[in-house]
């Protein structure tokens, strides 16, 4: 290794960042060459910002059109920039539609995606008989009456260690993947007492189209198209044409990341 190089190597630092973004005018999270995404217009601030390209990894990754208000990000680099700085700087190029909320040097062995321990997600349903405009872009409208009892009753049967086969978009070109996941919490509530409805979730970590998945089948309790006690009979039959409908993308928000505690890992991120 020259000098040179290894004095790059030294200064090089872990940087976090805590962002939120509006998720309407992009393809996802991840970079996909082509198309406008949340990592890839991040990065691109960072390389005009700091001039140097980075690889950025995120927390959880999110499908086109779906929020987060606490994503995390993990990078390295070698500009001497300050983190407040840095996210004041990116705030300027990348605002409205990312914010970054924080950002501070962490340990070299710190990663958003792998050193988290557990992912929260909101999903919101208005369930008023006309629509909201103020959260079109934001939750669901389910014009129809929901049967709120019946769709906690069928989340609560989503609680535990489960293969979630029924309840995922498997990915391509890896059909043996496990989809086997451990869900902590999830619930769903009325947070102000009216139509808007909110559905939670905490687990140690989601598959593709996971969470949307339990929402449209919990609405579909709801609106008396399944029974809630039919959820064990669903996941155990591991074939996605078992459940329920897929929920809307809009109406759905990455809430939380954890990094408190041990990770479970062991079937995969």
Do not use: K
């Amino acid at each position: 290794m020259s000098a040179d190089s290894d004095d790059a190597s030294r200064r090089r630092r872990r940087v976090r960042l805590d962002i939120a973004y509006r998720g309407t005018p992009f393809r996802g999270s991840a970079p996909n060459p082509g198309v406008r995404t949340v990592l890839g217009d991040l990065a691109t601030a960072i390389e005009r910002v700091c001039s140097e390209s980075v690889e950025l990894t995120g927390a959880g990754r999110t499908d086109a059109g779906v929020h987060a208000s606490a994503q995390v990000v993990t990078f390295d680099l070698v500009h001497s920039i300050a983190p407040d700085d840095l996210a004041h700087r990116l705030n300027r190029i990348c605002g409205p539609d990312i914010a970054v909320r924080a950002a501070r040097v962490v340990d070299d062995d710190f990663d958003a995606r792998f050193s988290a321990t557990w992912r929260q997600y909101r999903y919101q349903v208005w369930n008023g008989t006309a629509p909201h405009p103020l959260l079109h872009e934001v939750a669901w409208h389910v014009p129809s009456a929901l049967d709120v009892a019946t769709m906690l009753e069928a989340a609560q049967h989503m609680v535990g260690e489960h293969d979630f086969s029924s309840l995922c978009r498997r990915p391509d070109g890896d059909p043996a993947v496990s989809l086997v996941r451990i869900v902590h919490t999830a619930m769903w509530r009325r947070p102000n007492d009216g139509d808007l409805l909110w559905f939670e979730v905490r687990g140690s970590a989601f598959c593709q189209q996971m969470v949307r998945s339990m929402v449209g089948t919990c609405v579909d309790v709801g609106l008396g198209r399944m029974a809630a006690d039919a959820i064990p009979a669903v996941l155990a039959a591991r074939d996605r044409a078992a459940a329920g409908r897929v929920a809307p993308p809009h109406g759905l928000t990455l809430t939380g990341v954890g990094y408190d505690g041990e990770r479970w890992d062991a079937h995969g991120p």
